[in-house]
Each structure stands twice: as structure tokens, then as C-alpha cells.
């Protein structure tokens, strides 16, 4: 079987991507009948230049440097998959943006989508390894991978979880798109819209919502966690 | 200088300089870019506290999950129910066998049975490789089973836990039990079998100390300097510094190079090991002296650790878990606590204005404070670089950054 040749990369993040990447590590041994893995300087000791078939981009690109690394990627890669919602969505990082200059003199923090063109993409903080696995085989036998486009109530609901927005507390499932089989609500915490958005969420509605139990403030600081979820979630280049 | 040291969490490469044979200039460039968590943090909500620190670290979340939780906890005049403390121990000691297990075989094992990548190690030692694969396996179930995720816990909130196992999920870990001791001993024989580099030197180790048991939940901050101290007084004991050629900070002790983490730990706390690990360590010399001993280190408390977490689990399997209310803030003021992670103690403080927002975040990593002995230590190994190739004297140098098992993303949080 001829195999495809696969990097992953890692920008600033907390590299817990590339752990839940490995997870299932027997599984993701299993993927390495169908990929060489070219360059992944947390595993190995040799990590080359490319082409790559695949490149896998965990982080948000900050800094000349990793700006200038992700550019080529994207010449050097057949198809670049973003992995988490650092390199999808800006990740907590990208809180400083709104902070106030006097705390925070920085540069902005942006997504990959915003400095190169990103060909797919699988979201969540962490991301799931089971979605990643997906992926890559999709992409492996040369099919277009796709994510579900409900939102995570869909997923709640069946999972026969009390709706916390009816009992008063705040929760992005409504916006936030499906795929996590809502594993936050199900261990009793909200959804926090770390997979972004789903392809035509109704912010003005959610935000509706989350006024009866929250300041505007609030709202924003919400969504904004692992980057601002209403700004962000689109993959078409910002500018 | 270097590229980038593969196999190690985050990105740091360093820098030698050998003036006449010796080594006159070390230097650890940590290349990770400053996330600014303290400051993110400002005007959030206490309770986001533990959601957004978790994310500091891919590989120990539920270390900063927890140390995150008891501070807030601290300022909030919160004390938690013994289940609940249990229930963190348990998530400790898993997070403990996790990094353990992912750091000695994917990261350090090739290097000693020379293979260039865990992908390789694979396929020249799968019985070894099996090992790591069975750890790894139950820890990250006992984190799924408790904290809802293996990365990023979801239920460990202050003031206790908002989801608890059911008895079906307790159970799914009883098959798990017999193999993960099994492998922690051959783990612990192993990493005992190999040779490490001879070097010996005067460090001071630092570590959580605890009367009764051998800590890494609570307790005051002992070193083998003779400090004794509350979490609280970090700040008169931790000096935090910033050098001009990396972006990562250096913690001493008042000035004074300390190391933290495994090795510390065991030096300050062998007495409270397991009894079954104090077996399988009998023949062993105590206290480790050598800096690469952080190795052995971590395959003892490794053992240690699954036999702790399996009494853990067997007790809440036999009682089962009770269904707890959150408990409230009972007022808003100041906090701190320390936890002992994979790498070292881990401090977290924090300040809460009256509407239970965040206006002061401290947080002082483990690698932190081992940084400044690690330069230290890559002076000293000269000895074992004599009469070396260039690349032959990188690998020692290399193998030495290893040993301490620095995680840079956390530095520079």
C-alpha cells in the first residue's frame, strides 16, 4: 500500500492537541500503516523538510518566526488540516486582544486562517482523537472530510441531558457545533464553544438569551474563551 | 547553539559554549511564545479560573486543574469534603503515571536502548513498548472515569465535582488494576537495569512535604536546605527572574540553585513511599545525587502512584461515590495553593474583588524553578563530554535536558 507522507506542527498552544492525538496510542500506531510521519519533533529525532502529502497545524501563529514557518507549511504541504481551536479559533490566548493596552502591549493574536488558505479542519479544545482518525483516513482515501453541522443541543438531546439555558444557565450548545457528543453537558459543566460555531449560527438570538442571565460583559467574556467563537469560527481568510 | 531539542513538552534548544575543553557558557533558550495566562485571567470569573489554567499544559492539565481549584477555593473560604479531596488524589496520581509513563518510554527509553523515536521503539521493543501502552491506558481511564477527559478535565470544579462516576464506570477500571501494577513494577526493574551517566554533585531539592503520607496534595514546602515553609510564603522563598536570551522564567530558592520534582520528592520523602515500592527500591542507595537519577525517580513514584490510585479506586468501588451540592464561596478575598506536578511543586495564587472577579493571578511552574539547576548541571557534566564528537557531546547534553524533563509550554505560560 502506498503510503502518504504526514507532519504535525505545533505553534503556540498548550501541545494538548498532539497528546489527545495520541491518546489511543494504539490506534494512531495503526494510522502509521497508511502515513510516515515526516516531522513531529515531540516524537522523533529526525524531522525532515517537505513536501508532505498532509500537514497537521496545532496553535495559533504568533511572532515573525512561526508566521514565517506556517507560509511554509502551506507551500510544502498538499493539504493543511488545523487541529484545535488554537490554530482554529485563536485559543485562550487570544483573550489579549481585548485586554487593554496598558496591560498588554502585544500583537494580536489571529488564527491560521487569517495568514494562509486551510483545506480542513478538526476543532475542539482539546480536539477528539476518534475525529482525527476520521479525518486523516478521509483524507487518506482521497475523500472530503466533513463535520457535522448541528449544534451540540443536538447532540445533548440525545443524550438525554437537562437543558441548562431552561434552568437559567448560560450555555453556547445552541451556536456551537456538534461532533463532541456534547461531553461537557454531560459531565455537568456548560458548553463553552470550543469547536466554534456551526455554519449559520444565530448570535443575536444566543446573545438574547444570555442577557436574561448575564451582563454584556459577560456575554463577550464567554464567548470569547478559546477565542471570540461568533468572529472566528469561519475558515475563508479573514483578509 | 541548537535547534530546537526534540522530544521534550514545548520548544527550547540551548546553547555551549567550550572555551579549552571546558564548558564556560550553558544556556536554555526556551522558544515558546508567552501566552500571558496571569494577565487573561484579570476580570474573569473565579470559577473560570481552573477551565482556562488547564490549558497552560497539554500533558499536565490536571495538575493546574486542581492547583487551580484548591487556591480559589483558599480565597473563597471554601473547604472541601474528604470525597472530593480523595476524588483529586485520584486524579493526581493518574495524571502522575500519565506523564511518568509518556516521558520514561516515548521520551527517554529510546535514547538508552537506541532507537531514534517512539515510532521506532515500537518496532524494535514492542514488549517494552506494550508498557508504556497499558500505563498510559489506565491513567487515561481513571481521568476519563473521574474527570470526564484524559486532556482537559471537565468535572473538577471549586468546590468539588459537578458529575461523579457511576458504579458501571468504577468497575470498567477493575480489569485494568492487575496488568497496570504488573507493568509498573517491570517498569520500575527496567528503568533500574540501565547505566546512567556517573556524576555526582552538591544540589538542594525542593519539594511538598506531609507528615503522614508522601505528598503531592497538600502539605508546607520543605527542601533539603533546611526551609520550611506555608505555600502561602512562596513569594519570601522564590525568587522569579527573567534572563535577556529566553523567554521562559528562572526561579531560585533566595538565589540558591534547587531541583524539583521526582528526584526531590523522593529524596524529602522515601520514608512515605508505598511498602511495596519500598521492596522493589531496597537495593537502591538513597539520597540520589546524580541528576540523571530524576529517571529512576520517576519510574519509582510511578509504581508508587498505580498502587496508590488502585487503593483509591478499590475503596470507592467497595463504598461507592455520594452524590455531593457544590459547595459556595463563602466571601472573596486571597488564595494559594501547591500541588506537586509530574515535574515539581506547583504554585497558583490568586486575588478576587468582591463580585468574585480575578484582579491578581501568580502562577510559578515547576520547570520554572529547575531551570536555573539545570544550567547549572550542563556545566558540570564536562567530564562526560571529554574526548567527545561535537554530536556525541549534544546527545549527553540532550539526554541531561531529557533527564530533567522540562516542559517549556509550561514555563512560559
Known amino acids: ?239 | 547553539m541548537t535547534e530546537a531539542v526534540p522530544k521534550i513538552e514545548g520548544h527550547a534548544a540551548f546553547y555551549t559554549h567550550l572555551k579549552n575543553g571546558h564548558v564556560d557558557k550553558a544556556q536554555i533558550i526556551g522558544l515558546e511564545n508567552d501566552r500571558f495566562v496571569e494577565k487573561i485571567l484579570l476580570g474573569r470569573k473565579f470559577y473560570e479560573a481552573p477551565i482556562i489554567t488547564s490549558r497552560i499544559c497539554g500533558i499536565c492539565p490536571t495538575i493546574h486543574n486542581v492547583t487551580a481549584t484548591r487556591a480559589i477555593e483558599n480565597a473563597c473560604g471554601i473547604t472541601a469534603s474528604s470525597q472530593t479531596k480523595k476524588l483529586r488524589q485520584l486524579m493526581l496520581a493518574a495524571q502522575m503515571i500519565q506523564s511518568h509513563s509518556l516521558h520514561l518510554y516515548l521520551l527517554v527509553l529510546p535514547d538508552f536502548v537506541g532507537a531514534s523515536s517512539s515510532f521506532e521503539l515500537q518496532k524494535s521493543h514492542p514488549e517494552l513498548f506494550k508498557n508504556a501502552i497499558v500505563l498510559k491506558k489506565f491513567a487515561d481511564k481513571v481521568l476519563e472515569v473521574i474527570g470526564g477527559r484524559a486532556v482537559h478535565p471537565i468535572t473538577s470544579v471549586p468546590g468539588g465535582f459537578k458529575a461523579y462516576p457511576s458504579k458501571a464506570n468504577l468497575l470498567s477500571l477493575l480489569p485494568l488494576l492487575e496488568s497496570a501494577e504488573e507493568k509498573a513494577v517491570e517498569t520500575l526493574q527496567l528503568f533500574a537495569s540501565f547505566k546512567y551517566p556517573e556524576i555526582e554533585r552538591a544540589m538542594i531539592y525542593s519539594a511538598l512535604h506531609n507528615d503522614r503520607s508522601y505528598a503531592f496534595y497538600e502539605g508546607e514546602i520543605w527542601t533539603t536546605k533546611g526551609n520550611i515553609f506555608e505555600p502561602d510564603q512562596y513569594k519570601k522563598y522564590i525568587y522569579e527572574e527573567l534572563k535577556p536570551y529566553t523567554r521562559a522564567k528562572f526561579g531560585t530558592l533566595r538565589g540558591d540553585e534547587m531541583m524539583v520534582g521526582a528526584i526531590s520528592r523522593i529524596n524529602l520523602g522515601y520514608d512515605h513511599l508505598h511498602e511495596k515500592t519500598k521492596k522493589l527500591t531496597a537495593d537502591l542507595s538513597f539520597p540520589f545525587k546524580n541528576p540523571f537519577q530524576n529517571i529512576i525517580s520517576q519510574a519509582i513514584e510511578n509504581h508508587h502512584f498505580v498502587i496508590t490510585a488502585k487503593e483509591l479506586i478499590e475503596e470507592f468501588i467497595k463504598n461507592g461515590t455520594e452524590k455531593e451540592h457544590l459547595r459556595p464561596p463563602k466571601n472573596f478575598s486571597s488564595g494559594t495553593a501547591a500541588c506537586e506536578a509530574p515535574r515539581g511543586t506547583l504554585f497558583h495564587f490568586y486575588e478576587l474583588n468582591d463580585r468574585g472577579e480575578i484582579i491578581k493571578c501568580d502562577i510559578i511552574t515547576p520547570t520554572v524553578q529547575s531551570l536555573p539547576s539545570l544550567e547549572k548541571d550542563l556545566k558540570i557534566i564536562e567530564p562526560l563530554l571529554a574526548g567527545k564528537t561535537k554530536d556525541e557531546q549534544n546527545i549527553v547534553i540532550e539526554m541531561l535536558i531529557r533527564a530533567y524533563d522540562p516542559c517549556i509550554t509550561c514555563a512560559t505560560h
Open chain 1, 1 to 239: 500500500m502506498q503510503k502518504k507522507t504526514l507532519a504535525i506542527f505545533s505553534l503556540t498552544s498548550c501541545e494538548g492537541c498532539q497528546f489527545e492525538a495520541l491518546n489511543n496510542f494504539e490506534a494512531f500506531s495503526k494510522l502509521l500503516q497508511f502515513f510516515d510521519i515526516k516531522n513531529f519533533r515531540l516524537g522523533q529525532e529526525e524531522n525532515l523538510p517537505g513536501p508532505f502529502d498532509i500537514a497537521l497545524v496545532e496553535g495559533s501563529p504568533e511572532g515573525k518566526e512561526q508566521i514565517k514557518l506556517l507560509r511554509e507549511i502551506r507551500k510544502s504541504s498538499k493539504l493543511v488540516v488545523i487541529i484545535g481551536a488554537c490554530a482554529h479559533l485563536g485559543g485562550i490566548q487570544s483573550e489579549r486582544n481585548f485586554l487593554p493596552a496598558k496591560l498588554i502591549n502585544k500583537e494580536k493574536i489571529k488564527n491560521v486562517s487569517s495568514y494562509i488558505k486551510v483545506d480542513f479542519l478538526v476543532p475542539g479544545c482539546p480536539i477528539n482523537h476518534k475525529e482525527l482518525y476520521r479525518c486523516l483516513l478521509d483524507l487518506y482515501w482521497g475523500k472530503i472530510f466533513t463535520l457535522p453541522d448541528l449544534a451540540v443541543c443536538f447532540e445533548c438531546r440525545q443524550n438525554e441531558n437537562d437543558c441548562l439555558l431552561k434552568e437559567g444557565k448560560p450555555c453556547l450548545g445552541p451556536v456551537t457545533r456538534s461532533g463532541c457528543n456534547s461531553i461537557c453537558i454531560n459531565n455537568g459543566e456548560s458548553c463553552l464553544g470550543c469547536r466554534g460555531t456551526t455554519p449559520q449560527p444565530n448570535i443575536l438570538k444566543m446573545r438574547e438569551i444570555l442577557g436574561t442571565m448575564m451582563t454584556e460583559d459577560e456575554i463577550d467574556k464567554l464567548l470569547s474563551i478559546y477565542g471570540r467563537i461568533d468572529q472566528n469560527s469561519n475558515l475563508e481568510k479573514n483578509d
